[in-house]
């Protein structure tokens, strides 16, 4: 990991908080509103953006343009710009689109910050809900409407016992669906829909799992150090780093980790 001075890391906090000040506002003032439209990013399916993920984006870049203008960004919106500290910053200003259109509270705004190892810090923030997860840079808490408190997952428990999220029930590719859907009758319960507030919750020790796959770099990384700072793991499902995309296992803990790893692997 990078080294990083005690001025270092409160400017690197601080600019965080910054980013996701500003992206609840330019994401609130489009949420549940009435004509908001979404055009789809690809020809094949419906992966739409709306004029909040674009602005949310434009904002938060603009925030590091003043204060970090040596950091690298990637943004899932608009691209990658090189840096030159070893820093990298990884947006995704609506996390959940599809949910976002719906109405439902459970997107979020993805803050990270990387060196060449991987995420050192992460913001998961849900705006509606007034919410917000931090990890990494020896912070583990989350504010919101019940005030602040200190993130910390499940302990270990057997896997007949545990609750299980994705997004999507088809899960990847139909070997990857096939893989979790061997996983699904293990557990105790399966939820479906959650985007990115399901890392939130495996953090705040409400959940055990988090099984995806065909996931981006800017999906994962805010995740990963706000689970990680709590004490859980995330993986690919085969066990190695996750953060450049794809696969993903978050787990609260490593022996529920080990046993969901095992059962995904065992077709």
Same mark, same amino acid.
């Given at each position: 990991?990078?080294?990083?001075?005690?001025?270092?890391?409160?400017?690197?906090?601080?600019?965080?908080?910054?980013?996701?000040?500003?992206?609840?506002?330019?994401?609130?003032?489009?949420?549940? *509103?009435?004509?908001?439209?979404?055009? =789809?990013?690809?020809?094949?399916?419906?992966?739409?953006?709306?004029?909040?993920? %674009?602005?949310?984006?434009? &904002?938060?870049? /603009?925030?590091?343009? @003043?204060?970090?203008?040596?950091? +690298?960004?990637?943004?899932?919106? %608009?691209?990658?710009?090189?840096?030159? *500290? !070893?820093?990298?910053? $990884?947006?995704?200003?609506?996390?959940?689109? @599809?949910?976002?259109? *719906?109405?439902t509270p459970t997107w979020?705004?993805?803050?990270?910050?990387?060196?060449?190892?991987? #995420?050192?810090?992460?913001?998961?923030?849900?705006?509606?809900?007034?919410?917000?997860?931090?990890? /990494?840079?020896?912070?583990?808490?989350?504010t919101g409407p019940m !005030?602040?408190?200190?993130? %910390?997952?499940?302990?270990? @428990?057997?896997? /007949?016992? =545990?609750? &299980?999220?994705?997004?999507? #029930?088809?899960?990847?590719?139909?070997?990857?669906?096939?893989?979790?859907?061997? &996983?699904?009758?293990?557990? %105790?319960?399966?939820?479906?829909?959650?985007?990115?507030?399901?890392?939130?919750?495996?953090?705040?020790?409400?959940?055990?799992?988090? $099984?995806?796959? !065909?996931?981006?770099?800017?999906?994962?990384?805010?995740?990963?150090?706000?689970?990680?700072?709590?004490? +859980?793991? $995330?993986?690919?499902?085969?066990?190695?780093?996750?953060?450049? +995309?794809?696969? $993903?296992?978050?787990?609260?803990? @490593?022996?529920?980790?080990?046993?969901?790893?095992?059962?995904?692997?065992?077709?």
């Amino acid at each position: 990991m990078t080294d990083l001075t005690d001025a270092e890391t409160a400017d690197i906090i601080a600019t965080a908080a910054e980013l996701a000040d500003v992206a609840r506002v330019a994401t609130l003032g489009h949420f549940r *509103s009435a004509g908001l439209l979404a055009e =789809s990013k690809t020809d094949g399916g419906f992966d739409p953006v709306t004029v909040a993920d %674009r602005l949310a984006e434009d &904002l938060m870049r /603009g925030v590091l343009a @003043r204060r970090r203008p040596r950091d +690298g960004v990637l943004g899932e919106e %608009r691209g990658t710009i090189e840096g030159t *500290s !070893g820093l990298t910053w $990884v947006l995704d200003p609506i996390d959940g689109t @599809r949910g976002y259109l *719906s109405g439902t509270p459970t997107w979020g705004v993805l803050i990270a910050v990387a060196d060449q190892t991987g #995420p050192i810090y992460g913001i998961i923030d849900q705006p509606f809900i007034g919410e917000r997860f931090e990890g /990494g840079l020896g912070r583990a808490e989350v504010t919101g409407p019940m !005030g602040r408190f200190d993130l %910390r997952c499940r302990p270990a @428990r057997a896997l /007949g016992d =545990s609750i &299980l999220f994705t997004t999507f #029930p088809e899960v990847g590719t139909p070997e990857e669906g096939a893989a979790f859907r061997r &996983l699904v009758p293990r557990v %105790r319960l399966t939820r479906y829909g959650m985007d990115c507030y399901a890392y939130a919750l495996i953090a705040a020790g409400q959940i055990d799992l988090v $099984v995806e796959a !065909g996931l981006q770099t800017y999906d994962l990384m805010a995740p990963i150090a706000v689970i990680e700072a709590a004490g +859980g793991i $995330v993986t690919d499902w085969q066990g190695g780093p996750a953060h450049d +995309g794809g696969q $993903v296992l978050a787990a609260a803990n @490593r022996e529920i980790h080990a046993a969901a790893l095992q059962v995904l692997n065992a077709g």
